[in-house]
Structure formats: structure tokens, C-alpha cells
């Protein structure tokens, strides 16, 4: 069946612009995870989804980062005003019912390069 | 202080032996879940492995163990039989149950590479 999928795969901007970044989950998934990779680090918690509302977002590090699932299923994830130090690859991650022992299935990410 | 706690950068193992990863972890919740992924150079995160905190026996999936010392807050990855497909890099995470366990606490991460 069909994974996570995530687009685009590469995105380069230049700072100061906005850019999003789109996640499909797997079909059925109510639960969305955001994370974002810095090289060489492990992924770094956003933003949690329970269906169309955000459960949890504690993870976004400032307002610039916003994201949005309006008919739970597919996330975009929003980034305003970009920086040099948002550059990263952002993966999104969906699980059947977010629930404790539940697995999280990762799309191949999004790598987002801000110049 | 890191809830996951990752000491070996890279490793190297010679093809069909076993290797062990290590990871430590942090908190104070007694209900928690330990999950062990591994990253190819794809890029894409696969599930490998995952021990409750009150699972009385270790996990085990196929080649994959994990050595689950919960005095010592210990979760490490056992590969047996190390194939070339296994070269990657590997993440410990763990998911703390009572605080609505939403958040999933990465390590930094251990390289491994199987030598042929």
C-alpha cells in the first residue's frame, strides 16, 4: 500500500520568503507528526495532529512556523519569512490512531535549503 | 538534560556478526515507550523495533533484539547475522506515555557501517 509521501522532495528558497511543504499520510491515519533533521542530529519534534486539530504544535520553534490538516488527512506545513537557519530536511510521520505503543510511519522528507 | 542519549557515532561490524547499539534514556514517567529506527542513505526513517516500559520480556523482530535494562535505563539494539543492507544510520527515540505521548525524543544517532 501506499507510504507517507511528502512534496516536494527538494525546495530552495531565498530568505525572507514563505514556503510550504506538503505531507500525504497513510490512508486511515488520524495521527500527523512534523519533524525537522538538522544534519548530523536526529529529528526534532514540530507539530502532532489528531485528526484536523493540532494536539500538540510545542515543538514549532517560533510563530514563523505554522501548520494546518483541515480535513485530516494531508498537512502542509507552513514557514513564513524564512532564515538561513531554517534550512533542514523536514519529515512528516503518520500513525493509526496515536495511540502509546502506536508506530510512526516517516515519508522520505521534504529538504528545505534557504540561501 | 537529553532524554536519549546515543554514545557511539559510527560503528563497524563485519558482515554476518552481531553488533549492539547503544542507548540510554532519561525520565521520570513510569509509563513510557522505546522505539529503535533506522535511516538508509534514502533519507527515509523505518520503524524497527519497539519495548514498552512494562513489557517484562525484551522485543524482538526477526534479526532485531532490543536489550531493555530498565534499571539502567538501558535500550540497545541488537542486529544478529549483520547483512551489507544493514549499513545505515540508527535512531533511538522514546515517546513519555503520561504526558500525553505525543512527543516522540530523539538521539543524535549511531552510524553503522557492515564491512563485506
Known amino acids: 500500500g501506499a507510504g507517507v509521501s511528502q512534496t516536494p522532495s527538494n525546495k530552495v528558497t531565498e530568505k525572507g520568503k514563505y514556503v510550504e511543504l506538503r505531507c500525504d499520510p497513510i490512508s486511515g491515519h488520524t495521527a500527523l507528526y512534523w519533524y525537522r533533521q538538522s544534519l548530523g542530529q536526529g529529528p526534532e519534534f514540530l507539530i502532532y495532529f489528531q485528526g484536523t486539530g493540532a494536539a500538540d504544535d510545542s515543538g514549532l520553534p517560533n510563530d514563523r512556523f505554522f501548520a494546518v490538516r483541515p480535513e485530516g488527512s494531508v498537512s502542509t506545513l507552513k514557514i513564513q519569512r524564512t532564515e538561513r537557519g531554517d534550512s533542514a530536511v523536514y519529515l512528516c510521520a503518520s500513525s493509526s490512531s496515536g495511540g502509546p505503543a502506536d508506530t510512526q510511519y516517516f515519508g522520505p522528507g521534504t529538504r528545505l535549503t534557504v540561501l | 538534560a537529553q532524554k536519549i542519549t546515543q554514545t557511539q557515532p559510527g560503528m563497524f561490524v563485519q558482515e554476518k556478526e552481531a553488533v549492539t547499539l547503544d542507548c540510554t534514556y532519561d525520565?521520570?514517567?513510569?509509563?513510557?515507550?522505546l522505539f529503535w529506527y533506522k535511516q538508509p542513505s534514502s533519507g527515509e526513517m523505518i520503524f524497527l523495533i519497539y519495548q514498552g516500559s512494562y513489557d517484562e520480556q525484551n522485543a524482538t523482530e526477526g534479526r532485531y533484539s532490543l536489550n531493555f535494562q530498565k534499571a539502567r535505563k538501558s535500550a540497545n539494539l541488537v542486529i544478529s547475522a549483520s547483512q551489507l543492507g544493514d549499513s545505515a544510520m540508527y535512531f533511538c527515540?522514546?515517546?513519555?506515555?503520561?504526558?500525553?505521548?505525543?512527543?516522540?525524543?530523539f538521539g543524535t544517532g549511531t552510524s553503522l557501517t557492515v564491512i563485506p
Open positions: 525520565t521520570s514517567d513510569q509509563s513510557y515507550g
Open positions: 527515540a522514546m515517546r513519555e506515555l503520561l504526558r500525553g505521548g505525543n512527543q516522540f525524543y
